[in-house]
């Protein structure tokens, strides 16, 4: 039987690689840092790493190492079980503890990662009376979540309020007993932050519920870095934050829903991600909470991302490339051909800059890009670097 499905993978894998749209992986021989050395799938040697999502360095920062190290020794590797048996120990309840009291919210839920939070909560909270109201750009995992539950499903256009309140308002005479807005707190593929004052207030009008994806926020956006909830204000009004710590949080893995507290009591007995999952590793528990502790005590990594964020923006806008506007670590060069974004990213290689080309279906069709996201970890001159080389590869490829 395999053989007929094999003919017919090999020939979508082929339509794949003949549209320019294959993904190539390329496999680094050191920590993700700043630079890294590509040992595999591309120019080898030490390049500037432009395309990870370690927004404030932490992946590879010693003081996250030795508490991983201390992590290790004291609670050990795994525990082999999912949080109901026997899979939870003082330091899962002692992270939840502390993203609640950093979030803002009355519990929180730890989970194997942001995509299984986001795949565990609309199917416990929401059944066929239900309504949940949807960024058309949101995230994939909430689009998948969204698929497992019974709920009424409706979209919005990006960011568009308009939109969002007649789509309320359809629900609403539909009969909805209960409505969620869901959205990103940013959005990874173009950096623009989600309206959330503005939603909050237009939830408030319908009754409705909202929830955020902060993955791309929590840890540097916002006065403390508490996530684009609090970079509007609205940290009280919104009554669902999911997210990960494997970006800005330290990089490694694992997620959390942040919510009012009956919202986490019910998750904890119906949530299936969470019932049916291993409990997350305690070394990466215990390394989440000093990354907690450094972003608490000092503001010197938003500052220096800050910095190297708006340099880049600036430099690439005055040699004429087309950078979506903003001010988010996140800065999409936008090139449109999918063939030609994926050259590019070839010729930055090979100039020691690591970035990656996205195409359809990631983007739109006809809007292919290479998504650079800055680093606290890079300096000024590893930003200046980065710039002049999407200049030389602009030359070569346009020759």
Not at 386 to 392: H, L, P, R, S, Y
Request: overall charge negative.
């Amino acid at each position: 039987m395999f053989d007929t499905v094999r003919d017919d993978l090999r020939a979508t894998l082929d339509e794949i690689r003949a549209a320019g749209l294959h993904k190539p992986e390329r496999v680094i021989g050191t920590p993700q840092s700043a630079t890294v050395n590509v040992t595999s799938g591309g120019r080898p040697g030490e390049v500037l790493n432009f395309c990870a999502n370690n927004y404030l360095g932490l992946a590879d920062h010693p003081e996250v190492i030795a508490a991983a190290h201390e992590a290790l020794d004291r609670w050990g590797y795994g525990m082999a079980s999912v949080r109901f048996i026997c899979g939870t120990q003082e330091v899962h309840k002692e992270l939840e503890g502390r993203l609640s009291a950093f979030l803002g919210q009355e519990d929180t839920i730890l989970y194997s990662s942001c995509f299984d939070a986001n795949g565990g909560v609309f199917e416990t909270l929401l059944g066929e009376q239900d309504a949940v109201i949807s960024d058309a750009l949101n995230h994939a995992s909430i689009i998948d979540g969204i698929r497992l539950s019974k709920a009424r499903r409706l979209r919005y256009a990006n960011r568009d309020l308009a939109d969002l309140e007649a789509r309320l308002k359809e629900a609403t005479e539909g009969g909805a007993r209960r409505k969620l807005i869901v959205t990103d707190g940013v959005f990874s593929m173009d950096g623009y932050v989600a309206p959330l004052r503005e939603i909050c207030d237009v939830a408030d009008r319908y009754d409705a519920m909202v929830m955020v994806d902060d993955s791309h926020a929590v840890g540097f956006v916002g006065p403390t870095g508490r996530g684009t909830p609090e970079l509007h204000g609205v940290m009280d009004r919104v009554d669902i934050v999911t997210g990960t710590l494997g970006k800005a949080l330290g990089g490694a893995s694992g997620g959390y829903v942040a919510a009012r507290a009956e919202i986490v009591a019910l998750l904890r007995q119906r949530s299936r991600p969470y019932l049916f999952s291993n409990t997350l590793a305690p070394v990466i528990a215990a390394a989440s909470l000093k990354v907690l502790d450094l972003l608490e005590s000092a503001d010197d990594l938003r500052v220096r991302l800050g910095e190297n964020t708006a340099l880049f923006r600036r430099r690439m806008t005055e040699e004429g490339f087309d950078v979506l506007p903003g001010d988010h670590a996140i800065a999409p060069v936008m090139i449109g051909d999918a063939s030609k974004a994926g050259r590019m990213a070839e010729l930055l290689l090979e100039r020691g800059v690591y970035v990656i080309g996205f195409s359809y279906p990631v983007v739109p069709q006809g809007q292919a890009r290479i998504r650079v996201q800055l680093s606290a970890a890079h300096s000024t001159a590893d930003v200046d670097r980065a710039v002049d080389a999407f200049v030389a590869a602009r030359a070569e490829l346009e020759a």
